[in-house]
């Protein structure tokens, strides 16, 4: 099957660097694809896409099965490709399909994530160290129109490493996940970059964009323009509550890598987690962060502050735990903060790799599968309280199966007459074998390409997917039952739950993730293509499926009405065979039918923008 010459007096547009093999495009704005019958072809023939204002033409060449492994890296290293544009003023978007709703709040959707991976002298970097990229999605209610703005934040590595002068990017810094081809290996201790990429936040009126390791920055939220570092480690320390944790050989030890961390390598003493808790009960932000030299030792602090809604600090302590683990997400409920022991260990030889340059310095640790068992620490987040004495907290919780928990969708406690408490946990985890820092996202220096078979191996529990875990304390709080299952039976690939923001810390019925059906063998998990609606009360699972080569990021609830799901779900839409980026408005009640999908609008081409990682709506 052939597709029909075009011949067109437009002069022709440079294509990109990296060419998909040849496929039909569908027509952005169009509902369905009808999908020819693949025409088996040898092997992938180069071709030039005609490329015209507004829209990219049919190639002249034969169809070949978007299945093929070629086409398949293709569209994964499309979805990571670096956009070094900014924009100066607001754009407004198209609407391609679909309408606005009349009632669609006013408000905006901060989306952050890398947004560069490649420099100008050969390096190229793990997704989790790309500088970031905040996105801006403005909604206004009485014009109906949606405005995109798109800057990266300016951290201190972001001013050094980039030349305004000569527009081109020097990565001088390894950071914890890469290894710098082009730049300097042996001796450079330039390894904590804070690119401020994982997760966006409005609160007390502040933008801020945090990262794993140090302090977020602030963003002037009508420009992007970064305001600089917003601090909130500091006076994180709190008393110990007299507790002892292994000796003191261990305090011995902190404070002979303190010098060396803090001063040779820089890292702030406190390593401030970007995933942060709303309680929508008491109008609070929940925050935690760690000591910088736990990450090498087998103990872990953890600094717990709340916010009230004008950011004035209303309560704070830590905890110590015996424990050596890694914690990226965790969950709190109107008793307790929760925290999953993603147990890791020190690797000897890998930490002499990382030293040398030879390897990222991640490497430097490994996970600790040593246990069958996933424990869980219920820590007391009001200790005054008398119920929260009834239980030692240092005692965890075991699950009877090995999980690495990676993101919470919410949670939240039932407290029944007769003085029993029930914990209900909605996340995503993934199995210890699956999970590996130096390879997450296919990274691999050498080639600088992403490696989509890394992300798709076999084994569905091994890979990250929605999980339930139930939690019942008696009324002496001692542990009843704790047990684990899959989301209704749910077992394909998932992350990034989320519900609607206005019951985080409550029971509630919906929960929403992306997801893959899993129907493109060469991509069958990762990345993701399909937004799910779980009722948790009924058992119904309802879903929402991109088109053909069409991939989504993280949904985001906006809640306009007093139902759970009353207001809608946005989500990014990645068109690798468009070579466009778009914003999918969905129907979250109409989820599972043909009106589910609301409206779709098109971010112009030359502001293609990578996968996202989280983000926030922020009503106005």
């Known amino acids: 099957m052939q597709a029909k010459p075009i011949h067109s007096p437009l002069p022709y547009i440079v294509p990109p660097l990296l060419r998909p093999p040849p496929v039909h495009h569908a027509s952005l704005s169009s509902q369905t694809i009808t999908k020819p019958k693949p025409v088996p072809a040898p092997a992938p023939i180069p071709t030039t896409d005609v490329v015209i204002p507004g829209r990219i033409l049919q190639p002249v060449q ?27 003023q607001p754009i407004r978007l198209r609407v391609v399909e679909g309408e606005i709703p009349t009632d669609f709040p006013s408000g905006a959707y901060y989306l952050t994530g890398p ?116 601090n909130m480690t500091d006076g994180c320390d709190s008393a110990d509550h007299g507790e002892s944790h292994g000796g003191d050989v261990w ?55 709340e916010y009230d809604s004008n950011f004035k600090m209303v309560e704070k302590q830590e905890f110590k735990i015996p424990d050596h683990m890694m914690i990226h997400d965790w969950a709190f409920t109107d008793t307790y903060y929760i925290v999953f022991a993603n147990r890791i260990k020190l690797d000897i030889l890998g930490s002499m790799f990382a030293v040398c340059g030879a390897s990222p310095m991640i490497s430097a640790l ?24 009834k239980r030692d907290w240092k005692i965890p919780l075991e699950i009877p199966s090995q999980l690495w ?70 009324s002496d709080y001692n542990c009843q039952e704790c047990d684990v299952k899959p989301i209704h039976k749910w077992k394909k690939s998932a992350d990034f739950p989320a519900i609607n923001p206005t019951f985080s810390g409550k029971q509630n019925k919906y929960l929403y993730s992306a997801t893959t059906l899993g129907s493109r063998k060469s991509l ?24 053909s080569r069409r991939f989504i990021g993280e949904p985001i609830f906006v809640p306009k009405g007093e139902d759970e799901d009353d207001g809608y779900l946005l ?50």
């Not at 999918?584 to 971010?603: F, H, M, Q, W, Y």
């Open 115 to 230: 947004g560069i991976f490649k420099d100008d002298h050969g390096s190229t970097v793990h997704p989790l160290d790309g500088h970031g990229y905040l996105r801006a999605f403005a909604f206004d209610n009485a014009t109906k129109e949606v405005k995109y703005m798109a800057k990266y934040i300016k951290t201190e590595a972001q001013v050094e490493e980039f030349d305004r002068k000569t527009n081109s990017w020097r990565f001088t810094h390894r950071g914890p996940f890469s290894v710098l081809k082009g730049g300097k290996k042996i001796g450079n201790t330039k390894v904590m970059k804070n690119v401020a990429n994982t997760s966006v936040l409005m609160w007390g009126k502040k933008l801020l964009c945090m990262w794993e390791g140090g302090n977020p920055y602030e963003i002037e939220s009508d420009t992007l323009d970064t305001i600089g570092k917003f």
């Open 366 to 389: 490994t996970v600790n599968p040593s246990k069958s068992t996933s424990p869980i620490y219920l820590l007391p987040r009001f200790p005054n309280k008398s119920e929260s004495k």
């Open 524 to 547: 069958p998990s990762f990345p993701f293509d399909t937004v799910v609606k779980f009722d948790l009360t009924n058992n119904s699972v309802q879903t929402w499926t991109a088109e």
């Open 405 to 474: 928990l990676l993101h919470v969708g919410n949670a939240f406690e039932v407290k029944h007459d007769h003085g029993n408490l029930d914990i209900q946990i909605l996340a995503s985890a993934c199995s210890y074998q699956w999970f590996n820092f130096r390879k997450l996202f296919g990274y691999k220096w050498q080639t600088k390409h992403l490696d989509p078979s890394i992300m798709n191996v076999k084994g569905e529990n091994a890979l990250p997917h929605l999980v339930q875990v139930s939690i019942k304390l008696d």
């Open 571 to 620: 989500v990014v839409e990645y068109a690798t065979s468009m070579q466009r980026c778009c914003l999918v408005v969905l129907n979250p009640k109409e989820i599972g039918t043909k009106k589910a999908l609301v409206a779709r609008l098109e971010i112009p081409m030359h502001l293609n923008f990578p996968l996202g990682f989280h983000g926030f709506w922020a009503a106005s």
């Open 62 to 88: 034969p169809f070949i099965d978007h299945d093929d492994p070629i086409a398949a890296s293709w569209d994964y290293n499309f979805l990571f490709m670096s956009q070094r544009s900014e924009t100066t």
């Open 251 to 305: 305090e011995v030890a902190a404070n002979l890598l303190k010098p060396i961390l803090y001063g040779i390598f820089k890292m702030p003493p406190k390593r401030l987690l970007s995933h942060y808790k709303l309680d929508s009960s008491m109008n609070r932000l929940l925050t935690v962060a760690c000591n910088a030299e736990d990450m090498l030792l087998p103990r872990s602090n953890f600094t717990f502050t």
